[in-house]
Structure formats: structure tokens, C-alpha cells
């Protein structure tokens, strides 16, 4: 795996661990051993804890998402990892998360797989710098050759999910998302970077599903 230091950038910005400060890498090795990876008992339709597949969750609020894949729980220094990426514009960290986040069998991927970014709102984004997921999405893209589409639009600003309860996410986010293309074919692999509840990843599933999408897969950095 290519070294996320590699390049000019990391003369400019020495990549500093998230979780302990270490100079060296975003994660070092030994916060590194820390991170659980995303697995056990979890659905495999939501990727919540406790569930085989269709939980409790997936049969009130799951219509549209087919499955979900995680690198890592959202526990442990993972948490500060995708704060930092999030709020502290460290999109440098993206290839090498990206890298976490690709599961052995797309090496064997679909010709009809399309990657497609959560995608976050122009005012929002200006703020930030960049959107994370498209990030990720970006360095996907590059790792497997995956065609990528911006298929999906913010509708509105809606409060940041963040701050709300798992209850009002599922009705926050209903209608944020528009097409941002005309259609949409075969296999979609849904790019974020965290998911808490799911409920962002469902609706941007139901209007992919609207598109036109065969099936939606939704391959997240963390899942809580
Ligand atoms: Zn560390
Ligand atoms: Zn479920």
C-alpha cells in the first residue's frame, strides 16, 4: 500500500496520529491496533449491532439499501480520525481510508458498479473545503477503476444530522436528496464516511432506486 505521507504535502503538513498526537501517520500503528474492525454480530443489511440481516431497525426504517460494508466500528481512535477528516480539512487522509475501505471482492467488480457520493450541500461545502465522501469516492475510483457519478444532489440545507436524535434523523432527512443526473444503472456502491443510524444512506438509497439503481450497497469508512 502506498504510504499516505508520500508526496510534497507531507514536507508542507507532517502527518500527525488524530488519537495520540504521534508524529508519523494519521493513525499510528499502535492506535491503529486500537480500532476494531467492523464485523461480529451485525446486520448485514444496515450494519447495526445486534441483528444477522432485515433487524428490527431495517424493518421499520430499511426499504431501499441492500447491504452495507464497514472498514471499522465507529469506536476508539477511529472517532477522532473522522472528526479530524471531517471538520479539519485533512483530505490527505482519504487515500489511505479509502484504501480500508474496499472489500477483497471488488477486485473482481461488475462492469455495471458505479461509485456515487453522499453529497453534501454547496453552502456547507464551501465552509468545509471539500466533501469527504466524494473524497473517499475519489480515491476509490482510483484504486479499482470504477466508473464514479455525482448521481445525487442536496435537496435542501437540513440541520446538520448530527445533532439530532436517531429518532429525528429518520425524519430530518427525508427529501434531502435529488437526483444530480437523469438516471442511473446497475449496481451502486453509496460512498460515506460514517454512518450512525443509517437513516442518510436509506434515503439517498430510495432516490437512487427512483434513478433507475438495481441495487444500492452502501461501503462506509465507520459504522456506530
Ligand atoms: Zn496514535
Ligand atoms: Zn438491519
Same mark, same amino acid.
Given at each position: 500500500?502506498?504510504?499516505?505521507? $508520500?508526496?510534497? +504535502?507531507?514536507? +508542507?503538513? *507532517?502527518?500527525?496520529?488524530?488519537a %495520540?498526537?504521534?508524529?508519523? &501517520?494519521?493513525? %499510528? #500503528?499502535?492506535?491503529?491496533?486500537?480500532?476494531?474492525?467492523?464485523?461480529?454480530? !451485525?446486520?448485514?443489511?444496515?450494519?447495526? #449491532?445486534?441483528? $444477522?440481516?432485515?433487524? @428490527?431497525?431495517?424493518?421499520?426504517?430499511?426499504?431501499? +439499501?441492500?447491504?452495507?460494508?464497514?472498514?471499522?466500528?465507529?469506536?476508539? *481512535?477511529?472517532?477522532? /480520525?473522522?472528526? &479530524?477528516?471531517?471538520?479539519?480539512? =485533512?483530505?490527505?487522509?482519504?487515500?489511505?481510508m479509502?484504501g480500508?475501505?474496499?472489500?477483497?471482492?471488488?477486485? @473482481?467488480?461488475?462492469?455495471?458498479?458505479?461509485?456515487v457520493?453522499?453529497?453534501?450541500?454547496?453552502? !456547507?461545502?464551501?465552509?468545509?473545503?471539500?466533501?469527504?465522501?466524494?473524497? /473517499? %469516492?475519489?480515491?476509490?475510483?482510483e !484504486?479499482?477503476?470504477?466508473? =464514479?457519478? /455525482?448521481?445525487?444532489?442536496?435537496?435542501?440545507l437540513?440541520?446538520?444530522?448530527?445533532?439530532? $436524535?436517531?429518532e429525528?434523523?429518520?425524519?430530518?432527512?427525508?427529501?434531502?436528496?435529488? *437526483?444530480?443526473? $437523469?438516471?442511473?444503472?446497475?449496481?451502486?456502491?453509496?460512498?460515506?464516511?460514517?454512518?450512525?443510524?443509517? #437513516?442518510?444512506?436509506?434515503? %439517498?438509497? !430510495?432516490?437512487?432506486?427512483? =434513478?433507475?439503481a438495481?441495487?444500492?450497497? &452502501? +461501503?462506509?469508512?465507520?459504522?456506530?
Open positions: 500500500m502506498r504510504h499516505p505521507l $508520500s508526496g510534497i +504535502l507531507s514536507l +508542507l503538513y *507532517p502527518a500527525k496520529c488524530v %495520540c498526537r504521534r508524529s508519523g &501517520a494519521w493513525l %499510528c #500503528a499502535e492506535c491503529l491496533q486500537r480500532c476494531t474492525p467492523f464485523g461480529g454480530a !451485525r446486520c448485514a443489511k444496515c450494519g447495526s #449491532a445486534g441483528g $444477522s440481516y432485515d433487524c @428490527s431497525t431495517c424493518r421499520v426504517y430499511i426499504r431501499n +439499501l441492500d447491504g452495507l460494508r464497514a472498514a471499522f466500528e465507529y469506536a476508539g *481512535p477511529v472517532r477522532p /480520525l473522522v472528526h &479530524a477528516f471531517k471538520y479539519r480539512n =485533512m483530505s490527505g487522509a482519504a487515500e489511505w479509502a480500508q475501505m474496499i472489500p477483497t471482492e471488488l477486485t @473482481s467488480a461488475r462492469e455495471d458498479d458505479v461509485l457520493p453522499v453529497p453534501m450541500h454547496p453552502s !456547507r461545502q464551501r465552509n468545509r473545503g471539500y466533501n469527504q465522501a466524494a473524497a /473517499l %469516492c475519489g480515491a476509490i475510483r !484504486r479499482t477503476g470504477l466508473p =464514479m457519478a /455525482l448521481a445525487l444532489q442536496r435537496a435542501h437540513r440541520e446538520a444530522q448530527a445533532r439530532l $436524535s436517531a429525528q434523523r429518520w425524519i430530518n432527512v427525508h427529501g434531502a436528496f435529488a *437526483p444530480g443526473a $437523469s438516471a442511473i444503472e446497475g449496481r451502486v456502491l453509496l460512498i460515506d464516511d460514517v454512518c450512525t443510524t443509517g #437513516a442518510t444512506l436509506e434515503e %439517498c438509497a !430510495r432516490v437512487l432506486k427512483l =434513478m433507475g438495481a441495487q444500492v450497497t &452502501a +461501503l462506509v469508512f465507520a459504522r456506530a
